[in-house]
């Protein structure tokens, strides 16, 4: 009997196992506009901010009344640098049999215009199928978020994302401490050895400003950047990559900072900054070039900076 309890459990667990692979490629898989490696991040940022509405509060219908101006937030950090209205996504989503969308007149959507959203008072909820299996398996929701989080935003955003939206992954993979809580469903890889290459190519040092620091022989604050978004098909190669400190290489990734094709930093006129330290570490470095690898190796490629250009950088750039 003992023995049947043991493998009633193990039946139970291969089960949820399987229930939730399937949503996390469900949710993954949802339909993204796309075109020439263009983001299009909108329905996976309402996911992610459903998700924290779900860990708060259950499955609960949400207004759009009181989630249009956190989309709208959501969409203007971590969207790509034109502008799309919190309406697209709200409405589009009902599509891919994941989220409802209701009115005050019943069913479905009104369409993605904010007025008609607003006056129909217009609500969207998780479909009741995925919330039950939320409820289920307190693994779900780090699951799904880590690999929305993975195929659609470089690392360094995660952090950041997840505040925006309410998530606090924290506490919930703490909770399932010594469970693989992130399925494996992509079969790209990245390469471990990506960033002792950038590393190396550029000498342990920030090619924007020079920093260099180390801790018992062991360099601290030093990240190799992809220039090309990784999540976006940008490879794990040297002519993608920079060697970049903690600062630049989030501020690379929000788009505050960018590259020319002479290998000259770009910094972008939207960037605010008042004191002596945002004028050093930011502001002077417009115009400055970029440190060069070691002599030999691969600069970056232009077709990852014209990317990185078009999907990332917050243009006009500021003229010196």
Not at 278 to 304: C, D, I, N, T
Request: proline fraction near 7%; aromatic fraction near 8%; hydrophobic fraction near 40%.
């Amino acid at each position: 009997m003992e023995g049947a309890g043991l493998g009633s459990s193990v039946n139970c667990k291969i089960v949820l196992c399987c229930r939730a692979m399937d949503w996390v490629e469900r949710v993954t898989g949802v339909n993204q506009w796309s075109r020439g490696g263009e983001r299009a991040p909108h329905k996976p940022l309402l996911l992610l901010y459903a998700l924290g509405c779900f860990q708060r509060q259950g499955g609960r219908p949400i207004p759009f009344s009181a989630a249009e101006a956190d989309l709208k937030r959501l969409l203007r950090e971590f969207g790509p640098p034109r502008k799309t209205s919190p309406g697209y996504p709200f409405h589009h989503l009902a599509k891919d049999g994941i989220w409802l969308v209701e009115t005050a007149e019943g069913p479905g959507s009104p369409g993605s215009e904010l007025g008609r959203l607003r006056d129909s008072r217009a609500t969207g909820r998780l479909h009741p199928d995925l919330v039950r299996a939320l409820h289920d398996d307190s693994r779900l929701v780090a699951q799904i978020a880590r690999a929305l989080l993975d195929a659609n935003f470089e690392p360094s955003l995660h952090p950041d994302i997840c505040l925006a939206a309410g998530l606090d992954l924290t506490v919930l993979e703490a909770n399932t401490a010594g469970e693989d809580t992130r399925p494996e469903i992509r079969i790209a890889r990245r390469n471990p050895a990506f960033r002792e290459q950038v590393l190396t190519a550029y000498e342990y040092c920030c090619a924007f400003c020079g920093y260099d620091g180390w801790l018992d022989g062991i360099a601290i604050g030093l990240d190799a950047a992809h220039v090309r978004w990784w999540a976006f098909e940008g490879p794990d190669e040297l002519a993608n990559g920079l060697c970049l400190c903690a600062l630049h290489h989030k501020l690379f990734d929000k788009g505050v900072l960018g590259l020319t094709h002479d290998l000259t930093i770009s910094v972008s006129r939207k960037f605010v900054g008042r004191t002596s330290t945002a004028k050093e570490m930011v502001f002077s470095l417009a115009g400055r070039p970029v440190r060069e690898p070691q002599p030999g190796l691969e600069h970056v490629e232009p077709e990852y900076i014209d990317w990185h250009s078009r999907q990332v950088f917050r243009s006009p750039a500021r003229l010196g």
